[in-house]
């Protein structure tokens, strides 16, 4: 009786040559008939008798021989047909399973397989189930293990076929839930007996991967990234700059990475999942890494997703200074509110206080303290892109030459400034304030970046760009052509380390008391309010360069009508009093109670309202009897158009004035078909406010 190994090993063999058996009675019978013969052609040849005879034993010999090749030459039949060999091993197996050739000849079967199947000698194929089991033998040839339907005595069996060697598969009837897709423990501890059994690894990619756009590469070693390559597509070569035979593949990966991503699959964070990883011969481009074994060797799979990281990163970034310039508008309405009642205070003390009493220089830096903090209101606004915008068509060029004198009085004596005008500069629609402190703001960042380091010079330069050159300059989306300020500077440079957070608020490396850290973030409000954009481009030792791009104004192509005449310029009201009545609609009562008590004060008359809902009801009271609305635009509940809108009825033909710390294009749209409507941003003094209210009650008349 042979072990199972003896059985194993046979089941393995390529097939024996079975020796046939000597039969004498057959062999006789056979040289019987050719001497027959002999005899009988005899006179037809005219052959003597010793001819004859020489004939005879000619052909007998010739008989003899040739039945002893067919006899001896025996049959190529397989091992397991009538030999226990192959049974042995398939015996191990519980389900129905037999041993084929690659052209589906069954060469070995257990009992289970001729109950289920028969004793077919080959593999049943017909239908739908022919090109499945067709696709299992091809996958089983490279060396990997598939399913397939085989169909016999009208049932449709689902089937697992393995490789055994390199010309036999196992091929195992399985049910609908069977699970994987590895041999039973039983006939895995006997398959590993002999390492010739063991299915073969991989030897080469599969055509899908060899021709993917990722890197695939086939790797042979225990630990992934000690593992030799196989095999690389060219795929790898362009995305890793790398994968020869043989090179160890954690070479491709770049060691901090290597290491990092080694941590991540001993901890099962790879299985299924990619793992980031950074590429050695560059290590700012990163790949997602995707790792499978299958029979001992790796198949790694490299997907180059830098682009994709560097859109996430400036989405992330977008969406953080989007959410801190909510924040930052929010604070600085608040904020602007708050002030516009110490203003308001300040004017009410400073008539009680003029100038020899003794709380006259204390309420004096009261004001200071309180125009500063109204100046960094200001700038949280710009950041936040709800700065009050008074947009007018600017010539570039005569911007930066008028603006160039002042910036030479901030730069200091040691910081050389040199200017770079651009041929054919295009005009731009922006805020003629709001775009010199953005230049301003660039140039004091480049003084103070130089002087840090002993001096330098700082360059501004105006031109036209093209849409390509605008791309190729740092604006990804450009469309038509831009106008160009850039400032830039010979001084250190901005470190990678901070180059992703020069834009937050309150974000400086200037030390305790020299910055704000809003300069920037400045910078960013302004141009992103003007339909603009800004890019930053500096490398460690070779300066900074900071370019601003905004949409080139393009004049209508009608023929330009005669100019108007100039509107006259409201005269300034020396005298602050007047007369008439006001509606006053403030949700903030510090606002709002200070405000009525001096335009009381001015002889006027105030009817407050501490809501959108309580104005509404006012006016309908006091229908066709006042004279001037003034209301904040963001209230809870009814806001300032909405009550426009719904009190016109009630307030006929009396002007309108809108207070508030946003932008004035924040709601501009939605006073659309308004008119005799006016804006005034806070914060507010009372001088101001007086003013206004005469103005506009003295148009009205």
Not at 236 to 241: D, F, I, K, S, T
Not at 318 to 336: E, P, T, W, Y
Not at 445 to 456: F, L, T
Not at 519 to 546: H, M
């Amino acid at each position: 009786m042979r072990s199972r190994e003896e059985a194993l090993s046979l089941a393995m063999a390529e097939p024996q040559v079975r020796k046939g058996r000597f039969d004498p009675l057959t062999a006789a019978a056979v040289v019987f008939f050719l001497m027959a013969v002999a005899f009988a052609s005899a006179p037809a040849m005219n052959a003597g008798p010793t001819t004859l005879a020489g004939l005879m034993l000619l052909i007998g010999l010739a008989g003899v021989a040739c039945l002893g090749l067919f006899v001896l030459r025996g049959s190529a039949e397989p091992p397991g047909a009538s030999e226990p060999g192959a049974a042995g091993f398939l015996d191990a197996l519980s389900e129905p399973a037999a041993i084929a050739a690659p052209d589906g000849r069954v060469q070995a079967a257990n009992a289970a397989w001729k109950s289920a199947i028969g004793l077919a000698n080959r593999l049943p194929k017909s239908g739908a189930s022919a090109s499945s089991l067709f696709a299992a033998l091809t996958a089983a040839r490279r060396g990997e293990t598939a399913r397939a339907a085989i169909k016999a005595g009208g049932a449709e069996h689902e089937a697992i076929v393995s490789p055994l060697g390199e010309r036999r598969f196992l091929v195992r009837l399985t049910g609908p839930s069977a699970g994987g897709l590895a041999l039973p423990s039983a006939a895995l501890e006997v398959l590993t007996a002999f390492s010739g059994a063991v299915p073969p690894p991989p030897k080469v990619l599969d055509a899908f991967a060899a021709a993917s756009p990722f890197g695939a590469a086939l790797l042979d070693g225990e630990d992934p990234f000690e593992a030799k390559i196989v095999e690389a597509n060219p795929a790898l070569r362009a995305v890793a700059g790398g994968g020869e035979k043989g090179q160890a593949f954690g070479d491709l990966i770049d060691p901090a990475s290597r290491a990092d991503a080694t941590l991540k699959l001993a901890a099962g964070q790879g299985s299924g999942a990619p793992v980031e990883v950074r590429l050695a011969h560059d290590p700012a481009r990163i790949a997602h890494l995707y790792l499978s074994k299958s029979d001992g060797r790796w198949v790694a799979y490299l997907v180059d997703v830098s682009e994709q990281k560097q859109i996430e990163l400036q989405l992330a970034q977008s969406q953080k200074m989007q959410a801190i310039g909510q924040l930052a508008g929010g604070v600085a309405h608040d904020f602007n509110n708050l002030l516009t009642a110490i203003f308001m205070q300040l004017d009410v003390l400073a008539t009680r206080h003029p100038v020899g009493d003794p709380s006259y220089e204390g309420l004096n830096e009261i004001k200071q303290t309180s125009t500063r903090a109204a100046d960094l209101v200001r700038k949280l606004l710009a950041f936040s892109r709800k700065q009050t915008v008074q947009r007018e068509i600017l010539d570039l060029g005569e911007l930066i030459s008028e603006f160039e004198v002042l910036l030479r009085r901030v730069l200091y004596e040691d910081v050389k400034l040199t200017t770079d005008y651009g041929r054919n500069l295009p005009q731009v629609r922006a805020d003629r304030g709001q775009l010199e402190t953005a230049v301003m703001n660039l140039a004091v960042n480049a003084r103070d970046s130089v002087r840090a380091h002993g001096g330098g010079s700082v360059k501004i330069r105006t031109a036209r760009v093209t849409q390509e050159q605008a791309q190729a300059l740092g604006y990804p989306t450009a469309r038509g052509d831009q106008a160009l300020i850039e400032v830039s500077d010979d001084g250190p440079g901005i470190p990678p380390a901070v180059m992703d957070k020069i834009f937050d608020p309150f974000f400086t490396t200037k030390p305790v008391g020299e910055g704000t850290g809003l300069g920037l973030a400045t910078v960013y409000g302004i141009v992103k309010q003007s339909d603009g954009w800004i890019a930053v481009d500096s490398k460690p030792g070779e300066g900074a360069a900071f370019r601003i791009f905004l949409p080139v104004h393009i004049p209508s192509a009608m023929l330009t009508p005669a100019p108007a005449p100039a509107a006259p310029k409201r005269p300034v009201a020396r005298d602050l009093s007047g007369a008439g009545r006001i509606l006053f609609v403030e949700d903030e009562d510090a606002v709002r109670g200070v405000a009525a008590k001096l335009l009381r004060a001015r002889g006027y008359e105030v009817i407050e309202a501490a809501s959108g809902e309580e104005a509404l009801a006012l006016a309908e009271t006091h229908a066709g009897t006042i004279d001037l609305m003034i209301s904040d635009v963001v209230m809870p509940g009814m806001q300032g158009p909405d009550l426009l809108k719904q009190a016109r009825g009630f307030l006929g033909s009396a002007p309108v004035m809108f207070i508030s710390g946003y932008a004035e294009s924040e709601f501009s749209d939605l006073l659309e078909g308004e008119t005799n409507v006016s804006f005034l941003p806070k914060p507010i003094d009372i001088k101001t406010l007086a003013e206004r209210v005469k103005q506009e009650l003295q148009n009205a008349a």
